[in-house]
């Protein structure tokens, strides 16, 4: 089992920036993959970045290319999001997941409760 608390959320200007954390607890050693997720009201959740146990390798999607930056501190077992340049189409709420493996099963999926961004034009 893992769980996962994000805090940093809040209401920002068009053009500043925010980071979220997400606090990870409970039996990390099989985490595969970790990241964040967004959604809104009226589509489905998307993904928004990801990144190894080891931090060594990330991955964003196309709309926060250059403006978010995903990181990991393993020794407070924390991930981040940093987000700059914010746009308005940011507004979502922002879950953070880890994903663990172990052989011979099905990955687990677990999730955060869910911080909010709202970004004002």
């Known amino acids: 089992q893992v769980h996962l608390v994000e805090s940093g959320g809040g209401l920002v200007e068009a053009g500043g920036s925010l980071r979220l954390s997400c606090a990870a607890s409970?039996?990390?050693?099989?985490?595969?993959?970790m990241g964040w997720y967004r959604q809104t009201p009226a589509k489905p959740r998307d993904l928004v970045a990801t990144?190894?146990?080891?931090?060594?390798?990330?991955s964003y999607a196309d709309s926060v290319k250059g403006r978010f930056t995903v990181s990991r501190d393993k020794a407070k077992n924390t991930l981040y999001l940093q987000m700059n340049s914010l746009k308005p189409e940011d507004t979502a709420v922002y879950y953070c997941?880890?994903?663990?493996?172990?052989?011979?099963?099905?990955?687990?999926?677990?999730w955060g409760q869910g911080t909010q961004v709202t970004v004002s034009s």
């Open positions: 997941y880890a994903q663990t493996l172990t052989y011979g099963s099905a990955p687990n999926t677990y």
């Open positions: 409970g039996t990390m050693f099989n985490v595969n993959r």
């Open positions: 990144i190894t146990p080891g931090g060594s390798t990330t």
